[in-house]
């Protein structure tokens, strides 16, 4: 049996087991981090380079026979490639470039994201190997009690002014690289003495959201598209053939495509395709055999998205018996709403969403996610508590909560517990092969 469909066995096992306490429903793939999970993948980078970590590796036939002698490690992250849709664009495209991987004995398992599965909670995962719970970066839209603002965490700004500027809260004296809590992926090998090369996009290279995931990098580069992406990874590998490394390069631009036309849109499978192409042109084919040498190379996303057409918003404000309840707007995200409660107004809220709207949502405590290990396991940072809200509000299908009167223009949402925003790819191969 091939190795694939194992692990995603595993994974639909575990959820049912490991979350059984919450009663989440059937549909829902729960994070795995046990071993099946993108917070994993750093663990098993850290092991394969000779050190530990407080996170269990990938399950050891992932990575088994790929970690002999690995003398650097490149990690690419594409944003928002659900597992689904690149097993789409492989079987639609017999000269999509990552056959050329695959048929030199790579690695394609499933993976879950993180809960929440959006980018500030997973690739912040994926740049520490510790969970949300440990990290503390627990949504898009944060209640910072340190701070007193509902902030956007992408713009680092309050989440009523952000149009006007992004980065407010770095002005007002908030440090990015002292808000997340745990220790990054390259403070990790550190001890090892093996230095962390960063890629990403040239408009974010000096953002706050950048400055607080990757931390400790020894040096960051910028680039344009995917395309001298790949040109600027392979002369940087090149350049450093002779050390021990760990090299990550970040692509935003699926996350925007899947977002603006659709997760299932022929877009995505058009960027899947064109990344996949460069990938093999312009790295794979050209890649020096002194730097493919002991080089393990893994391709991951941080979560996948699913479509959300603006008929499936529900909207806050039409809802007055339960607006009246809260405090505030919800914090998190539409996929994965965190509610703040008025005081006794707990139950209230709980029962008008169970009764009037239980065939679009699932309610659930925070603090029984929090302690039920949905944001990992671990010690949770200091302000999770505070930052998760009174209950956490899960879309069933591709529904999702709005807080704003206007017509919601994003096609494509993450967030929730929904098999297309949970199970993303992971590649894996020698280059050495």
């Known amino acids: 049996m091939r190795l694939a469909p194992i692990i995603e066995q595993r994974i639909r096992a575990e959820s049912a087991k490991r979350y059984g306490a919450l009663r989440l429903p059937a549909e829902f793939i729960a994070p795995n981090y046990a071993g099946r999970s993108i917070v994993n993948v750093p663990a098993s980078i850290v092991a394969t380079l000779g050190g530990q970590t407080h996170t269990p590796p990938l399950d050891a036939e992932i990575l088994d026979d790929l970690s002999a002698a690995v003398q650097r490690v490149v990690l690419v992250i594409a944003d928002a490639a659900p597992y689904q849709r690149l097993l789409d664009a492989l079987a639609a495209n017999p000269?999509?470039?990552?056959?050329?991987l695959l048929r030199a004995g790579a690695r394609l398992v499933p993976l879950t994201s993180t809960f929440p599965s959006t980018t500030t909670a997973a690739l912040t995962a994926l740049w520490s190997g510790y969970t949300p719970a440990q990290h503390g970066f627990v949504g898009y839209q944060l209640f910072l009690r340190e701070y007193g603002v509902r902030a956007d965490m992408i713009t680092f700004s309050p989440v009523v002014t952000k149009k006007q500027s992004p980065q407010q809260l770095v002005n007002a004296g908030l440090a990015p690289d002292k808000f997340v809590p745990t220790p990054a992926l390259p403070h990790l090998l550190e001890p090892l003495g093996i230095p962390t090369y960063g890629l990403i996009e040239e408009r974010y290279v000096e953002s706050a959201l950048s400055r607080a995931q990757m931390r400790g990098v020894k040096a960051m580069h910028g680039f344009v598209t995917s395309s001298d992406m790949w040109v600027a990874l392979r002369a940087l590998i090149e350049q450093h053939r002779a050390e021990r490394a760990l090299?990550?390069?970040y692509w935003s631009a699926m996350d925007s495509i899947a977002h603006t036309y659709g997760p299932t849109s022929d877009a995505l499978l058009a960027e899947l395709d064109n990344l996949a192409y460069s990938f093999e042109r312009e790295f794979l084919r050209r890649l020096a055999p002194a730097a493919r040498r002991g080089t393990l190379f893994l391709l991951v996303a941080d979560h996948g998205q699913l479509d959300t057409p603006a008929a499936r918003a529900v909207y806050l404000h039409r809802h007055p018996e339960l607006w009246e309840r809260l405090l505030m707007d919800f914090a998190g995200e539409p996929r994965a709403a965190y509610l703040y409660c008025r005081a006794g107004e707990v139950e209230a809220v709980r029962e008008y969403l169970t009764t009037q709207l239980g065939d679009k949502f699932f309610v659930l405590d925070s603090r029984a996610a929090l302690e039920g290990g949905l944001f990992g396991e671990g010690t949770p940072a200091p302000q999770v508590k505070h930052r998760i809200g009174d209950l956490i509000v899960l879309p069933r299908d591709n529904y999702y909560i709005w807080d704003k009167d206007d017509t919601?223009?994003?096609l494509g949402r993450h967030g929730g517990l929904?098999?297309?925003?949970?199970?993303?790819?992971?590649?894996?191969?020698?280059?050495?092969?």
Do not use: C, Q, Y
């Open 95 to 100: 000269d999509n470039g990552l056959h050329a």
């Open 408 to 410: 919601p223009k994003l």
């Open 247 to 249: 090299f990550v390069a």
């Open 418 to 433: 929904a098999e297309k925003e949970m199970l993303v790819p992971l590649i894996a191969a020698r280059l050495d092969a």
